[in-house]
């Protein structure tokens, strides 16, 4: 089973920005917290990561909670080409077998005019 | 450059017949992975490759199915004897080296229909 829980859709209007919720209450010490996106009829993106202190990329914003439970990714100014499904994901970075990513079921973002 | 590509994109079979799935991921890409993808549901892990050793192969479903990647590029998964329950989506996944927090990189998928 997947180790977060995200709401199953939000809505955002076109300009505004996106602020999707995630809980790991379980996360571990060594584990990052992965996002991916999944466009229609396309493979999973990779959007960013983080561990412990906030990242920011070209792409979104990723706040991560001093405890580490839970974490927030922000799309600053979302466009309707970001309406997809998005994935929080925790993975260990490992050096051993494991690293597989464990999806969960999402949410659906749907970006509005 | 390009990036891990998929083949084919859409395949139907009958059931009980079977089939390959090819994968090629971005070159120089040590680790590869293979995702099953149902209706509505996130892809779930199914098997991973460090060049061609199959390190970790325990989210195939059954014995019918099977993956390989010969020379550590190009891979294969093979599912024999298909059945109506293996329809789904099926991703690849390419990354430069797993235990370095190298994100994964995912080909379109093949959408593998079982009449």
């Known amino acids: 089973d997947a180790k977060t829980t995200q709401p199953p859709s939000m809505d955002c209007a076109e300009g505004r920005a996106a602020n999707l919720p995630c809980n790991h209450s379980t996360i571990s010490g060594n584990e990052y917290v992965y996002w991916y996106r999944q466009i229609h009829s396309q493979g999973p993106q990779y959007i960013i990561h983080g561990l412990k202190n906030n990242e920011t990329n070209e792409m979104a914003s990723l706040i991560i909670t001093e405890d580490r439970k839970s974490s927030t990714l922000i799309l600053p100014h979302a466009t309707l080409r970001d309406t997809a499904v998005y994935y929080c994901?925790?993975?260990?970075?490992?050096?051993?077998?494991?690293?597989?990513?464990?999806f969960g079921k999402g949410t659906k973002l749907s970006v509005k005019p | 450059g390009a990036g891990v590509s998929q083949s084919p994109r859409y395949k139907v079979a009958k059931r009980g017949q079977d089939v390959a799935l090819r994968c090629d991921p971005i070159s120089g890409h040590v680790s590869l992975f293979w995702y099953q993808q149902a209706l509505g549901q996130g892809p779930e892990f199914l098997t991973y490759?460090?060049?061609?050793?199959?390190?970790?192969k325990s989210g195939l479903p059954s014995d019918r199915f099977f993956a390989e990647r010969p020379e550590g590029s190009v891979s294969t998964l093979k599912i024999q004897r298909t059945q109506q329950e293996d329809s789904a989506v099926y991703l690849c996944a390419s990354s430069p080296n797993r235990g370095r927090r190298q994100p994964q990189h995912f080909g379109d998928g093949t959408r593998l229909s079982i009449l």
């Open positions: 994901i925790v993975s260990r970075d490992y050096g051993g077998s494991q690293g597989n990513l464990i």
């Open positions: 490759f460090q060049n061609e050793a199959q390190l970790d």
